[in-house]
């Protein structure tokens, strides 16, 4: 064996050895994720505290409601929610959406995203229509401006304007009752 065969089989070793080296690693992180007890389904919103983004949406058609308007928010507690009818997600949460229609406390209002108006308006049908006021966000222009994730998505804005909790998935009656109206609570408690 040469000395030209040693140095050429090092390089050889470590590429061998690089993606053992790299799947430690990552393993490592997840490992770490998983022991910490986080919420891996938690993703923060930069907007909170922060004025929600200028909102501008026609109404559904046919729908007979208004539209969403950022002017709306004002001097109410809103609760603004993201949905679509091709989410199986939002079906899954509109029975608890319908309920909490009847809390005279804030606005439910929708902003639907990226559907076809018939489909939206099926939706509404089939499933009951628990908004004050619905958005059409065709482009997803607007869904981008409140930092949307995916739909279902939920922001609950203060009576400033303000937007003070973000809701990502679709709600459940424990996230209501442990998350949501506490969250509530605060809003309407400190005037917000």
Partial sequence: MSAEDGTARKPR??????????FAGLAAVFLIQLRSGE????????????????????????SGLPGLVSADFKGHVTLVNVWASWCAPCREEQPLLM????????RLVGLNYKDK???ALRFLGEMGNPFAAVG???????????????????????????ILY?????F?????????MPEVEKAIASGS
Avoid: C, M
Wanted: charged share 20%.
């Fill in 136 to 162: 059409v966000d065709e482009s997803g222009r607007t869904a981008i401006d409140w930092g949307v994730y995916g739909v279902p998505e939920t922001y609950l804005v203060g009576k400033e304007g303000r």
């Fill in 99 to 106: 309920t909490l229609k009847n809390d005279p406390r804030f």
């Fill in 166 to 170: 973000k809701h990502v998935g679709p």
């Fill in 39 to 62: 919420d891996s389904s938690f993703v923060p919103s930069a907007l909170i505290g922060h004025d929600a983004p200028a909102t501008n949406l026609p109404p559904l058609a046919e």
């Fill in 172 to 180: 459940t009656q424990q996230s209501i009752t442990g998350e949501l």
């Fill in 117 to 119: 108006p018939e489909n």
């Fill in 13 to 22: 070793i470590w590429l061998a050895i690089l993606p053992l080296v790299v």
